[in-house]
């Protein structure tokens, strides 16, 4: 079955960086699309972008352009998200979710997300 | 200020219906059959209940109903269950690669 395991807390200083990572298992990596969510304590979600595994195509949401980098390990079926210059506003619950792409390049996909991985807590604090 | 304009509780008792809508624009709920349903319980990640516009997946009961019209997506639940009281998400695909969320809707069950 299909299953996407999120790495552990984090912990982190304004101002500094975090990478959380999505590994997948039960399908081949290509075959769905990444996105990341977020949601900040007691408030809604928040999707944060996109990305294609097979050709590490993204699409961040803009208010997080030039502060986020999701990439892709397709030797490990892995997704990764990367966030800069941390401020305690950051701190959330950050999930990733899977998107069925009809073909390698996701050119054509199910706009929706059956599978989701059990989130990552992350708390940015001094 | 989200996206996509949800009540932010609703309510009823055990055995009733509630509704919970989902406001967008024409580019989004408004654009296609691009609206799905995600329930929340605390602590837990979201759960997808609904699928382009009115699909339910397998497992989900068909107490959970959904339909569109015009830019605004509706989610019924009939027959409450104590298990539905929980947090309900709509989401809309929007451009290319881009998604909207609503702001969430808290169900109580009384």
């Known amino acids: 079955q299909v299953q996407l395991l999120q790495s552990g807390a984090e912990v982190q200083k304004p101002g500094t960086s975090v990478k959380v990572s999505c590994k997948a298992s039960?399908?081949?990596?290509?075959?769905?699309?990444i996105i990341w969510m977020r949601q900040a304590p007691g408030q809604e979600l928040e999707w944060m972008g996109w990305i294609t595994p097979y050709n590490g195509y993204t699409n961040y949401a803009q208010k997080l352009q030039g502060r986020i980098t999701m990439t892709t390990d397709t030797s490990t079926s892995t997704a990764y998200m990367e966030l800069r210059s941390l401020t305690p506003d950051d701190t959330a619950v950050y999930y990733c979710?899977?998107?069925?792409?009809?073909?390698?390049?996701?050119?054509?996909?199910?706009?929706?997300?059956?599978?989701w991985g059990q989130g990552t807590l992350l708390t940015v604090s001094s | 200020q989200s996206a996509l304009t949800q009540p932010r509780s609703v309510s009823g008792s055990p055995g009733q219906s509630v509704t919970i809508s989902c406001t967008g624009t024409s580019n989004d709920v408004g654009g296609g059959s691009y609206v799905s349903w995600y329930q929340q319980h605390p602590g837990k990640a979201p759960k997808l209940i609904i699928y382009d516009v009115v699909k339910r997946p397998s497992g989900v009961p068909d107490r959970f109903s959904a339909f569109k019209s015009g830019n605004t997506a509706s989610l019924t639940i009939s027959g409450l269950q104590a298990d539905d009281e929980a947090d309900y998400y709509c989401c809309s695909y929007g451009a290319r690669y881009t998604w909207v969320l609503g702001g969430g809707t808290k169900l109580t069950v009384l």
């Open positions: 039960g399908y081949t990596f290509i075959n769905y699309g």
């Open positions: 979710a899977a998107a069925f792409c009809f073909s390698a390049t996701c050119s054509s996909i199910k706009t929706y997300f059956e599978h």
